[in-house]
């Protein structure tokens, strides 16, 4: 059997449709059988509505050809939200805020609303010193929503209909004695509850750029060989965008 989307989501790449066949079995009169397939799902599947349709049955009866109808049944495949953040006003100086804006969006072809969505944040991982102020806020991705912590961020309880999104930032104080360069923030995976499922979506990530200075150095034509020479290339960045260096 093959599946077919309802709502037209384009195919899986990694999906060969697959077919299976039954033959020889027997029933006395008034008798059944059930049998179970376990098939695997792609991946990257798309959220949506697969309806399964097998062919027509076939038999013989007394020595007769006879024809049933097809079986079908909906194969329903659901996600866990988008999960985005970015960091949206760095370079930063150190000692100065920044803003972390996280964004969230249930996909337009979901059989249902997203709800108990969460994630959490450490910061602590990003950079010494890094904290959040200004929360707990509430309500900021469905009523009952709230992101709350210091170092360790926490958003619980967000709710998204289908093709909804939500955006809130958060204000984070650099310490002053963080140095220039770039550092990764990576969020946990998103979770949420749909259709009665829990689902796993996957993390985010952004790199914070602390202004400053930066030097760095490579050499740019080794290996080199026993006598020979070798050049070493040093590069200094401004990490700053207003203030020069």
């Known amino acids: 059997s093959s599946f077919t ?6 195919p899986p790449s990694d999906v060969t449709p697959a077919t299976f066949t ?4 027997d029933l006395a009169p008034g008798a059944s059988c059930s049998f179970d397939l376990v098939l695997n799902v792609a991946a990257d599947a798309p959220t949506g509505i697969y ?5 027509s049955i076939t038999a013989m009866v007394e020595g007769e050809t006879v024809t049933g109808d097809p079986a079908t049944d909906d194969l329903e495949i659901v996600a866990a939200p988008t999960f985005q953040k970015s960091f949206t006003d ?3 100086v150190p000692g100065d805020t920044v803003t972390l804006v996280f964004t969230l969006t249930h996909d337009s072809e979901a059989p249902g609303d997203a709800t108990d969505i969460s994630f959490t944040d450490d910061l602590s991982t990003v950079l010494s010193g890094l904290t959040a102020t200004g929360l707990p806020a509430n309500d900021v991705c469905g009523t009952g929503s709230q992101i709350a912590g210091t170092t360790n961020l926490s958003f619980t309880g967000g709710s998204l209909a289908p093709g909804e999104s939500c955006s809130f930032g958060v204000t984070l104080q650099t310490p002053a004695d963080a140095l220039a360069g770039s550092y990764t923030n ?5 979770t949420a509850n749909v259709s ?3 689902v796993v979506g996957d993390q985010a990530q952004d790199d914070l750029d602390v202004a400053g200075l930066v030097l760095s150095k490579s050499f740019t034509d080794d290996p080199a060989i026993p006598g020979g020479t070798v050049t070493l290339e040093f590069t200094i960045e401004n990490k700053s965008s207003v203030h020069d260096a």
């Open 22 to 25: 039954v033959l020889n079995a």
């Open 196 to 198: 009665g499922l829990a």
């Open 51 to 55: 309806p399964n349709t097998t062919s």
């Open 5 to 10: 989307p309802l709502s037209n989501p384009p």
């Open 90 to 92: 760095d370079p930063v």
């Open 186 to 190: 990576q969020a946990s995976n998103v």
